[in-house]
């Protein structure tokens, strides 16, 4: 059964500070994999998605994510956080199927620290 | 022009009671979807409709039941509401899954926080 695994539940970093959110996925075929960012009170948005080809993918806000399939990770950087960017942040994962259907990890709560 | 809408965005009421919760998608796109958040932000997937179609439903209790009116409509009804099913509702929609490559991330609404007292 497909599977997504954000092992940090909280991470605080300084404003300007690097950051990586780490994501773990068990899937049985080539799974399309994706980050989204949930800030308070609303819904998710689409930061970034792999479907194939280039390992690292580049998506809005600054945000990049490499899949390494050998470790089945899909784990998501930025060189510099912005106080703006503390949210929620969900690590997903599909199939390329009719009856796809996309599992959530159960996310990472980023905080800024001025 | 927003997206994707649900309404009500607060929803307070008390057990027993019946209520339900409206989506829009004004993005052309075939599929919708509920998801449940619950109080550790846990996201599930409840129900999927392609084109008016059920093709995923979860196990979620027979009080809740899915209607699509249109491929651009999912209302969420719930019956005898239970302490239980207080949570953030999310709908949610996409291309046709296994259709156009590239194309299925979910676009969400911002969300229903139904408060079950």
């Known amino acids: 059964a497909q599977s997504v695994t954000q092992p940090d539940i909280h991470i605080t970093v300084s404003e300007g500070a690097s950051l990586e959110l780490r994501c773990n996925y068990s899937?049985?075929?080539?799974?399309?994999l994706f980050w989204y960012v949930q800030s308070p009170g609303q819904g998710l948005q689409l930061l970034l998605k792999?479907?194939?080809?280039?390992?690292l993918v580049q998506g809005i806000k600054g945000f990049e994510a490499e899949f390494k399939r050998s470790q089945s990770s899909f784990n998501l950087r930025k060189p510099s956080v912005h106080w703006s960017d503390a949210a929620e942040y969900f690590c997903?994962?599909?199939?390329?199927?009719?009856?796809?259907?996309?599992?959530f990890g159960s996310g990472t709560r980023l905080s800024i620290r001025p | 022009d927003t997206a994707v809408s649900q309404t009500p965005k607060y929803l307070v009421t008390q057990m027993g009671n019946d209520k339900s919760i409206k989506c829009e998608q004004n993005?052309?796109?075939?599929?919708m979807y509920w998801y449940k958040q619950d109080s550790k932000k846990f996201l599930k997937i409840m129900f999927s409709?392609?084109?008016?179609?059920?093709?995923i439903n979860e196990t979620v209790p027979n009080r809740f039941s899915p209607k699509s009116p249109d491929k651009a409509h999912l209302n969420l009804h719930i019956n005898s509401l239970e302490l239980g099913d207080s949570a953030v509702y999310f709908c949610?929609?996409?291309?046709?899954?296994?259709?156009?490559?590239?194309?299925?991330?979910?676009?969400f609404g911002n969300g229903t926080r139904l408060t079950v007292t």
């Open positions: 949610a929609s996409s291309q046709k899954p296994g259709t156009s490559r590239g194309n299925s991330p979910l676009h």
């Open positions: 899937y049985g075929a080539t799974p399309y």
């Open positions: 792999y479907f194939s080809g280039d390992t």
């Open positions: 997903a994962v599909g199939a390329f199927s009719s009856a796809s259907k996309i599992i």
């Open positions: 993005l052309g796109h075939d599929t």
């Open positions: 409709y392609n084109n008016k179609e059920l093709i």
